[in-house]
């Protein structure tokens, strides 16, 4: 069975803490994301890469970076944890190709900054 | 900047019933998908439709994609409580770039 893994499912963590969220997929696929998604404003676009060593900034990247060093692992960084970034963390992932593109999610992390 | 409205945001009905939400935008879309996704999980993708007019069907779930590629809806008959979840909208442009996902329908059904 396919699947995009989210190393924790609860994390509670200080303001001012650098916080890393791990996510790995074992679909050999090139795409992967990272969103945000908090009530009444859906799901937000934080960061993507389209391959190993690159990083697209989405919507919302104030605040955060990611690391891909390798295929299969894409890793949200928040440099500095604020309150205002309590929220569910989703990581996806895609193969790349001509359209249809279909996101594979992960069961997502929720994060607590106190 | 893409944007998909869906509405309605929330919706409580009775086991049985039969119901419509609706994903909307200014924009053409290459192609449009709907995702479920259920407490503590994930979205998963539902369907994806690529053609103006065309219509899906995923058991009880009807799928259209409006002849503009601007909109679509998803039809539920006889709602179960396994239908319980968020549904989400997403669209695709023609370029290679992210999906646009909407904000979401919470649809909630009561036994």
């Known amino acids: 069975d396919v699947k995009v893994t989210q190393s924790s499912r609860y994390l509670v963590k200080r303001t001012g803490e650098k916080v890393f969220l791990e996510c790995v997929q074992d679909m050999d696929h090139e795409n992967m994301f990272w969103y945000r998604q908090d009530p009444g404003l859906g799901l937000r676009l934080i960061y993507f890469s389209y391959d190993v060593k690159m990083k697209e900034k989405g919507d919302i990247p104030e605040g955060y970076s990611v690391s891909r060093e390798k295929k299969e692992r894409f890793s949200l960084i928040l440099e500095s944890a604020s309150t205002n970034q309590t929220s569910m963390y989703l990581c996806?992932?895609?193969?790349?190709?001509?359209?249809?593109?279909?996101?594979?999610f992960g069961s997502g992390t929720q994060l607590s900054v106190l | 900047t893409q944007l998909l409205e869906q509405s309605p945001q929330f919706l409580s009905i009775q086991e049985g019933e039969n119901l419509t939400v609706y994903c909307n935008s200014s924009s053409v879309f290459s192609s449009l998908q709907w995702y479920r996704q259920e407490p503590g999980e994930g979205p998963v993708l539902l369907v994806t439709?690529?053609?103006?007019?065309e219509v899906k069907k995923l058991k009880r779930l009807t799928f259209q994609f409006g002849d503009a590629r601007k909109d679509s809806s998803l039809h539920i008959t006889a709602a179960q409580p396994g239908d319980t979840g968020l549904y989400l909208c997403a669209g695709e442009d023609s370029g290679n770039t992210p999906l646009v996902f909407g904000k979401g329908t919470r649809l909630s059904v009561i036994a």
């Open positions: 996806a992932s895609s193969s790349s190709g001509v359209g249809n593109e279909k996101l594979f």
């Open positions: 439709v690529v053609t103006g007019g």
